[in-house]
């Protein structure tokens, strides 16, 4: 087996395990949603930045311009860099779904705080590795991941992580959840849902197909790439169970 089968058969069972996380359960407080949207802000903001990795190795993003790589996949890239930078929120304003998430988080009364000062001290000149090595455990390690794979890794394992480690992890269990809180706390959390809701639409959907054209693209008919892209996958699933096990550890201490 290879290909897009492959990749799906080596991540199938931690991608149930992360579907059937008790993490989801466990969410029945706004103090809990608060406590999950502090640290999974930091997941949001670095997809961005695998985002724009892969923006960078698959178009020219330096002048003078010059053609790089096919057409199809600069295409394919550059569509989903500009459903990622450029959605709508609810009213129809152009939003970033890192802006939008940030904007949900001010709306359930999350701290942003944290998020906040991580890119302050980025744009202050302080290095990756020493922002990340500040980061709250539940997250430094999934964050590390990430940026660890941008830093070394092919494009064509960063296009599969991207696809198969990202993009369509919001089950509709989770969704429903929110759901039922929003009817719960009206007007308190209809950001959060919405962000869900594009989500689903949108990345879920549309990009995860337009991921996988992209997967297609870069490893061709190459079996060392594909097994890399499958084993990629499969460990970026594995730190995304380890995020939600570590923020279900902070859910918990903070009930207790």
């Known amino acids: 087996m290879t290909g897009i089968p492959h990749i799906k058969a080596t991540i199938a069972p931690v991608r149930e395990t992360i579907i059937q996380h008790s993490l989801y359960r466990e969410m029945q407080r706004m103090e809990d949603i608060r406590s999950f949207m502090q640290y999974h802000v930091f997941a949001v903001w670095d997809f961005m930045s695998l985002l724009k990795s892969l923006q960078r190795h698959l178009t020219c993003t330096d002048i003078p311009w010059v053609p790089k790589g096919s057409a199809a996949t600069r295409y394919l890239i550059n569509e989903i860099v500009t459903g990622e930078e450029s959605d709508v929120d609810p009213n129809g304003k152009r939003v970033s779904h890192f802006e939008l998430y940030l904007e949900a988080m001010e709306q359930v009364g999350a701290d942003t705080s944290g998020i906040k000062e991580c890119l302050q001290q980025l744009e202050r000149g302080k290095s990756l590795t020493a922002v990340i090595n500040g980061l709250p455990p539940a997250v430094r390690s999934f ?10 890794e092919p494009v064509h394992v960063q296009a599969a992580v991207f ?23 009206p007007g308190q959390i209809s950001l959060f849902k919405y962000y869900l809701e594009r989500h689903i639409e949108v990345d879920g959907d549309h990009h995860s197909h337009l991921g996988m054209e ?34 279900l550890e902070e859910i918990k201490t903070f009930v207790e």
């Open 163 to 185: 696809t198969f480690g990202r993009e369509d992890l919001i089950p509709d269990m989770f969704l429903a959840l929110v759901n039922d809180l929003d009817k719960q706390f």
């Open 214 to 247: 992209m997967v297609q693209e870069l490893c061709g008919k190459d079996p060392e790439k594909w097994e890399q892209a499958a084993q990629a996958s499969r460990t970026a699933l594995e730190q995304r169970n380890a995020l939600w096990n570590g923020i």
């Open 143 to 152: 964050v590390k991941y990430t940026f660890d794979l941008i830093a070394h």
